[in-house]
DNA sequence: TCTTGCGTTAACCATTTGGTTAAACCATTC
DNA sequence: GAATGGTTTAACCAAATGGTTAACGCAAGA
């Protein structure tokens, strides 16, 4: 099954936005690592600016429908949290520079990207709702009271940290490369564990 | 008390460079900024990456003694942990752009980068030390198990998120940006909590 | 006052880099 | 097989960008 040229560009090009972000990126590797002449690029996307959105848009379009499967429907909150964590957590592991790609550029205030992240794709998740369903819970008795949005923080930063800063930690702790891999297969259920610990009410006595 | 042009230099330099990155920030930008000539800027520090890593090493000087504060003592780990959220938190809300800016560095493998930080500054945390502490306090069932690097990283992940991640949070969210660092003012405390929830051990029947 | 030398500037240079163009290639169609 | 039109290439261009140079200013010392 051959690729088109499209295709392949956008393959590349991804790759090397993802690592390089888009300062860092120059239109020459991508089009060398497509095996194509540079004019290519702009045949294709006009310029690196547009190249760079549709780029964007096919993350978006990938994360988000992904964070609404896991929020929506009736599981409670923390069932609904650990899909969150392993679906993310795997993600990651195929696509290392994701978290930071996002992160970095979406820091930059590129006006392209808020663009795309406003117009809400299809399966965009449903916030309200599941704020809404966390506060049920925690007056229900059920969890620990904690504000939805705090949550979802400390739930998203403690899948995407051990990432983007694993060169910070392999450093610092002077841990092989390898041997930080490993610790990361157990990396969901630690946060699993970790965030329903947190949720958990004690039991009176 | 007058300034010399090398101090303002490094200030202005610092702001551009934590914000856009190496690849982003430009020299003519930096020496806008200072309001001097560009060739100001090789006089002093010869070159960009030159430059960069001056930056790098003042800012790697700056993080890690604070951590190595924290972590240092005879407390118990969780008053450590809380140390170490409640200080860094501090620090970066005066100084936002840094942790974002030091994992797209690092992520980015820059050789001059890692050189630095293998080069262990005074005050540098005692890491083997503290992950000693943790196992001992878990066997003496004061708190729950949980691999110590895994528990620093979740640490590290609830506190670097939000800043990071704020354009992400604010427009996926829809949040006003000001409503999201009301928010932040509560972030430390409620890390603190969360984290002494999910350490703390049911107390037996 | 003349000299010395650091600090500073404007102008300039070379390379990189995003982008363009005109011609060539090649499969499909008439 | 000539014409058509999408695809690809090599060569080229202009702007941006990191870096250099030569001259100037000016304060401190001789």
Redesign the pocket.
């Known amino acids: 099954m051959p690729e088109t ?1 499209e295709q392949l560009i956008l393959e590349k090009a991804k790759e090397v936005f993802m690592q390089k972000g888009f300062a860092g ?4 590797e991508i089009a060398d690592a497509a095996g ?5 690029l ?2 294709y996307f ?4 547009k190249l760079f959105k549709v780029i964007i848009e096919e993350v978006v379009q990938t994360l988000a429908p992904k964070l609404g499967a896991a929020l929506h429907g009736d599981d409670p909150v923390t069932e609904k949290l650990e899909k969150v964590i392993r679906l993310y957590i795997a993600m990651i592991k195929e696509n290392p520079y994701m978290p930071m790609f996002l992160m970095h550029e979406l820091s930059q205030n590129r006006a392209e990207f808020i663009s795309v992240m406003k117009r809400r794709v299809a399966g965009f998740p449903d916030f309200p709702a599941f704020f809404m369903q966390v506060i049920q819970e925690q007056q229900a008795g059920k969890i620990k009271p904690i504000n939805p949005i705090h949550l979802m923080m400390n739930i998203m930063g403690m899948v995407v940290f051990p990432f983007i800063a694993k060169p910070v930690v392999v450093n610092l702790l002077d841990l092989p490369g390898a041997q930080f891999d490993a610790m990361m297969q157990d990396r969901a259920d630690i946060v699993v564990g970790f965030m329903k610990n947190a949720l958990r009410v004690e039991k009176r006595e």
Chains 1, 2 share one sequence.
């Open positions: 040229t990126a120059r239109m020459q194509i002449n540079k004019a290519m702009h045949y006009r310029n690196k600016e």
